[in-house]
């Protein structure tokens, strides 16, 4: 069964400090991927997605994640953290049928230390 | 303009009522979701609509009845409520139920069954 795995419940990062957020896939083709932000009170926001060609995806907000089909990962990265990032951050993946169905990890809580 | 909304955004209730989400969306999508986020921030989808069709339904219990009356359009009645229920749901919708499309979110409706 298509599952995603975010190893980290929570993460404490430093104001402009470099971040990565790590989410790891069970899935048996080609999988879409995709990381999405909640910020408190509100909806989720598409930050980027992944399909196919270059490995290394650009998003919004100065984000992005590479997609490493050998480690099943699409790694999550910011070089420099602002407070506003602090957030939740899940990361999702397309299973097979076209029925626009996601499986979300469980979330990673982003805290951004002044 | 709103994308995707809900209402009411809070609902408390008594355990054995029935009540009613609403949401619309004005993005001209095909595709309409629920998804529940239990709290431990974990989503899960419930059931989904394309074109007023309902193409995913999870294993929900039968007290829960989504409802389509236009695109534009998908409510949630739930029967019955229980405790179990307490949760924040979310409405999202896609321009087809395309395994790369991107689901715009509304921003939840917290419920809280006492």
């Known amino acids: 069964a298509q599952s995603v795995t975010q190893p980290d419940i929570h993460i404490t990062v430093s104001e402009g400090a470099s971040l990565e957020l790590r989410c790891n896939y069970s899935y048996g083709a080609t999988p879409y991927l995709f990381w999405y932000v909640q910020s408190p009170g509100q909806g989720l926001q598409l930050l980027l997605k992944y399909f196919s060609g270059d490995t290394l995806v650009q998003g919004i907000k100065g984000f992005e994640a590479e997609f490493k089909r050998s480690q099943s990962s699409f790694n999550l990265r910011k070089p420099s953290v602002h407070w506003s990032d602090a957030a939740e951050y899940f990361c999702a993946v397309g299973p097979s049928g076209n029925t626009g169905k996601l499986i979300f990890g469980q979330g990673t809580t982003l805290q951004v230390k002044p | 303009d709103t994308a995707v909304s809900q209402t009411p955004k809070y609902l408390v209730t008594q355990m054995g009522n029935d009540k009613s989400i609403k949401c619309e969306q004005n993005?001209?999508?095909?595709?309409m979701y629920w998804y529940k986020q239990d709290s431990k921030k974990f989503l899960k989808i419930m059931f989904s609509y394309n074109n007023k069709e309902l193409i995913i339904n999870e294993t929900v219990p039968n007290r829960f009845s989504p409802k389509s009356p236009d695109k534009a359009h998908l409510n949630l009645h739930i029967n019955s409520l229980e405790l179990g229920d307490s949760a924040v749901y979310f409405c999202?919708?896609?321009?087809?139920?395309?395994?790369?499309?991107?689901?715009?979110f509304g921003p939840g409706t917290r419920l809280t069954v006492l």
């Open positions: 993005l001209g999508h095909d595709t």
């Open positions: 999202a919708s896609s321009q087809a139920p395309g395994r790369f499309d991107e689901q715009f």
